[in-house]
């Protein structure tokens, strides 16, 4: 069995040595981008398409991009690893999943940053704010080009809605990998469990947990609709995507290649904004009609008033207070003004 093994790593380093040494040889004629990605709601897929079809076009075929979707190579860690190595050139992953990578990340966690969809997208098209965000993890070995709306995050159950904090006590509530996802929960009284995105329909329907957090795609796209039919809007965060680049692979491109990537990852962006609202109701009329899944508008103050220690916490941070005011401030709330 060892032997096995040996010979299959073996092969395996051969083959990326030949890959790489290949791939060097025709830099100069054909540059291949590799972008992997996890499992993603349709819209955000189509995006992806895009910024590839884009690039192509943009560099009249001088580059190309070779997609690995739906999780082939991996989960958002595995795959977000795999770019800082270069053994992918590009992914897609939340912006949580980039937390344990830079700090800077850590703040798009916090529940009610943003006020609403307008508010969020005045902050993530702001270069002063967004810029050295991205730029943040350039010592680790990548950076990020651009972001996609992820929806809104709210809560749905398995045995009722959610219309009050109260409603969280006591219950266990899948979080994604998140110090400030488990936070909130917990300020709630409810029991936060971190799980990947493939294990929470099969914790649902065992009851392993009473609910769990994320937009409406979960509910016909990943099935969650089946087991939980209550999806409350309390809109507790707005999480962006965002797609990062291995930063020596795109220092490699000719100068008029890095712009036109980066002219793509942006109009790829207004194209995802263009499609992802019509396919979100979209998802949640089928989800009604397949599923019986209901859904009710809450009154958000007293979910903002349970997590006001979270925005406490951010706000006297002295490495991360200035990117959460800064965010705070395009809010057209008196609030944030």
Not at 118 to 130: A, C, K, L, S
Request: charged share 25%; aromatic share 10%.
């Amino acid at each position: 069995m060892k032997r096995t093994i040996f010979w299959l790593l073996t092969s395996l380093s051969i083959l990326i040595i030949v890959t790489g040494c290949s791939q060097q040889t025709q830099a100069k004629e054909h540059v291949v981008l590799r972008f992997a990605y996890a499992s993603n709601a349709q819209p955000v897929k189509d995006a992806m398409a895009k910024f590839g079809e884009l690039v192509e076009e943009k560099t009249n075929g001088e580059v190309t991009v070779e997609y690995f979707p739906d999780g082939q190579l991996g989960g958002e860690r595995e795959l977000i690893e795999l770019t800082q190595t270069g053994a992918i050139d590009i992914t897609k992953v939340s912006g949580s999943a980039l937390e344990s990578f830079s700090d800077q990340y850590s703040v798009f966690g916090i529940p009610y940053l943003f006020d609403d969809i307008d508010h969020f997208t005045r902050v993530m098209e702001n270069e002063e704010i967004i810029k050295p965000v991205y730029q943040s993890t350039k010592d680790l070995g990548f950076v990020g080009l651009t972001y996609y709306n992820s929806g809104q995050r709210s809560f749905y159950m398995m045995d009722g809605p959610v219309e009050s904090p109260e409603d969280i006590k006591g219950k266990k509530i899948r979080v994604m990998q998140s110090e400030t996802a488990i936070q909130m929960i917990e300020l709630m009284g409810g029991t936060a469990v971190p799980l990947g995105s493939g294990e929470v329909y099969t914790s649902l329907q065992q009851s392993i947990i009473d609910g769990a957090e994320n937009n409406e795609f979960v509910l016909v796209t990943a099935g969650h609709g089946e087991v939980a039919k209550y999806y409350s809007y309390d809109e507790h965060t707005r999480v962006p995507d965002i797609v990062v680049m291995n930063d020596d692979t795109l220092n490699q491109l000719t100068e008029s290649q890095q712009q036109a990537v980066h002219e793509a990852a942006k109009e790829s962006t207004e194209y995802e904004k263009r499609v992802f609202e019509e396919a979100v109701q979209a998802e949640k009329e089928e989800a009604k009609e397949k599923y019986n899944v209901e859904f009710n508008d809450v009154d958000k103050a007293p979910f903002l008033k349970a997590v006001q220690p979270i925005h406490d916490q951010f706000k006297d941070d002295e490495e991360l207070g200035g990117l959460y005011q800064a965010i705070r401030n395009e809010s057209t709330s008196e609030e944030g003004e």
